[in-house]
């Protein structure tokens, strides 16, 4: 396995895992306001995953172009970091 491989994983599991602790913190807030759909739980969720969960999303992405782009530079030689 390649190094791009490799840490092309870490940043898929970062990713996976943080989207399932935003469905969890979804599912904790929606119990928690009494498990009842209006307008006001719309916009929380729309907060969670659009702002939060894209957020960082494209955040991770920017990150592994920066690595790649950084590693082509240096010849291959630069580590995760």
């Known amino acids: 396995m390649s190094e791009e491989t490799s840490e092309f994983?870490?940043?898929?599991?970062?990713?996976?895992?943080?989207w399932a602790f935003l469905v969890l913190l979804g599912l904790g807030v929606f119990i928690s306001c009494?498990?009842?759909?209006?307008?006001v739980m719309g916009n929380?969720?729309?907060?969670?995953f659009l702002v939060l969960g894209l957020g960082?999303?494209?955040?991770?992405?920017?990150?592994?172009?920066?690595?790649y782009f950084e590693r082509k530079e240096a010849?291959?030689?630069a580590g995760n970091g």
Not at 56 to 67: G, H, I, K
């Open 9 to 18: 994983k870490v940043y898929l599991y970062a990713n996976l895992l943080f």
């Open 34 to 39: 009494g498990a009842k759909w209006d307008e």
């Open 44 to 48: 929380v969720f729309k907060f969670i």
């Open 56 to 67: 960082f999303t494209l955040v991770s992405m920017l990150d592994a172009l920066y690595s």
């Open 75 to 77: 010849g291959g030689k």
